[in-house]
């Protein structure tokens, strides 16, 4: 048995399954070697590495086409733009026939159905949002940058104002309750429950508006996303949804966290499915350094354990960077696909991060992996999948397929006109702004309008509270009844401190 066909036997799958590319040994590829992975194992979740122009961003493209082929939802964030062209046909020339007899594909030029979104208002998609309630205090501080201190001292905020009833919807609802807990009154509604500092209220205030003068109020607030419309099929294909992100180039911690508020919603909301023949959403999590960088070991815990368990909700998870060691090993042992592209070599942190990724792969007789992932080609990668079985497939030096959609972007204009005429624009495409803690803590701030002038204060005995005054209110009582069992009473909080969703 050669090399290429003993590497191939531990692809072989039965079931459905994403086609990658053919073998290569000692520089032959055999296009009859297929490197596949079984859709019911892309749960098991995965890796997409390499160095800047090696080619991932096109294996993305691969995969995601491959999985809307065979009907799953696929969710990725468009960085650079390039994604685009999914939603148009590609064009055949000398190098994709080239790559096709390499591969031994049947190359048909092909689109696939697409959905242009943007994280908060402002881009060219349809805008996506989350409420500050929902997001919850550990997500919004590490966009916010806040120590274990501050973190805590916002959890606090999120607590009382849950208990309380009060929808923190956007960042100005968010500002009115720490000014309000700051406040005399605000000492008071605390006692008992800790307190919250002039000094740390200050520093969470302050980077409050850091946040929106780079744009992120734009994200906070109404409607916010139903996770069920990222897992869409048309004509029986998956959906790809592209989070569109030139508007947040500013504030990558911002996109990374909603990824990653995003993956803690599905893991709350959606029932458990154990084993299943192919997944229901995946999830692409592109420049993953960007979430881990800075990161405590609360949140990094947290991440670990959705990892572990979203995929008995039948998610799997994608993490896309350059270096495998910018994923922490208690992630990166949870990821059983492992695509990896070439490696840069040109410095002594190149070398430790080299070998260190050498390690990670199972032993193999067929290559150097040191010097293999040094002389990959563009659109080549390492590659190594969990089988049927579960167990780890051969390493396989794959010449990767050429996407069959357009390998470029379609621009910005045709973005837009895509977005304005989804169905989904016109749930999200208005922001909503209704009654929330904002309105409900100033409403009896501001002095009544008189026509004549006042009388003078007389004092007052007993005077009820701010926050008690706003709540006894005829219009609050309305509110509250109508708002349902989760605000009504204090929010359930459940991974990441996000809210749980009752639907």
Known sequence: MTAQAEIAAGYASESAAIELGAVLVDGQVESTAHVRIPLSMVNRHGLVAGATGTGKTKTLQLLAEQLSANGVPVLMADVKGDLSGLSRE?????????????????????????????IGTGGVGVPLR?????FGPILLSKVLGLNDTQE????LIFHWADSKGLPLLDTKDLRSVIQHLTSDEGKEDLKGIGGVSSSTAGVILRALVNLEAQGGDRFFGEPELDPADLMRQRDGRGVVSLLELAELQGNPALFSTFLMWLLAELFETLPEEGDVEKPKLVFFFDEAHLLFANASKAFLDQITQTVKLIRSKGIGVFFCTQLPTDIPNEVLSQLGARVQHALRAFTPDDQKALARTVKTYPNTPH????KALTSLGIGEAIITVLSEKGAPTPVAWTRLRAPRSLMDTIGTDAIKQAAQGSDLHGKYAETVDRESAYEQLMQKVAPPQQEQAPEPPKPQKEEPGLVEKVLGNSAVKSFLRSAGSALAREITRGIFGTSRKRR
């Open 130 to 134: 989350a409420t500050v309630t929902s």
């Open 367 to 370: 290559y150097d992996l040191e």
């Open 90 to 118: 590609g064009e055949r020339n000398d190098r994709t026939d080239t790559r096709a007899k390499d591969t031994g594909d049947d190359w048909q030029p092909q689109a696939y159905p697409v959905q242009f979104l943007s």
């Open 152 to 155: 805590s001292t916002l959890g």
